[in-house]
């Protein structure tokens, strides 16, 4: 709620949990933007980072995002304590 929050109150578009593919691989990230040239951004909250096999889907996600050439934001705990300094900083690297 906090990231979705965020992007509404900056004025950002956004899909909550859209399926994209990669490859034959359905994803669903948890927020998807578009920066401003256009490409698609994938937003994910990585949130139980002390349970091992979270831990590995997570890994295989983010392979799955690099290896399509797919823009990523992680997101974190800390991240979301402060989004009006730390998410938003993840978004304009990323052009959004």
């Given at each position: 709620?906090?990231?979705?929050?965020?992007?509404?109150?900056?004025?950002?578009?956004?899909?909550?949990?859209?399926?994209?593919?990669?490859?034959?691989?359905?994803?669903?990230?948890?927020?998807?933007?578009?920066?401003?040239?256009?490409?698609?951004?994938?937003?994910?909250?990585?949130?139980?980072?002390?349970?091992?096999?979270?831990?590995?889907?997570?890994?295989?996600?983010?392979?799955?995002?690099?290896?399509?050439?797919?823009?990523?934001?992680?997101?974190?705990?800390?991240?979301?304590?402060?989004?009006?300094?730390?998410?938003?900083?993840?978004?304009r690297r990323q052009g959004c």
């Amino acid at each position: 709620m906090i990231i979705d929050d965020h992007l509404y109150k900056t004025g950002r578009a956004h899909a909550y949990e859209p399926v994209i593919f990669c490859g034959t691989k359905k994803l669903i990230p948890d927020f998807l933007v578009k920066n401003g040239s256009g490409e698609d951004v994938c937003i994910e909250y990585w949130g139980m980072m002390d349970d091992e096999a979270y831990r590995r889907r997570m890994e295989l996600k983010r392979g799955l995002y690099a290896s399509n050439h797919i823009r990523l934001i992680d997101v974190t705990d800390e991240d979301i304590k402060s989004p009006d300094l730390f998410l938003e900083e993840k978004l304009r690297r990323q052009g959004c």
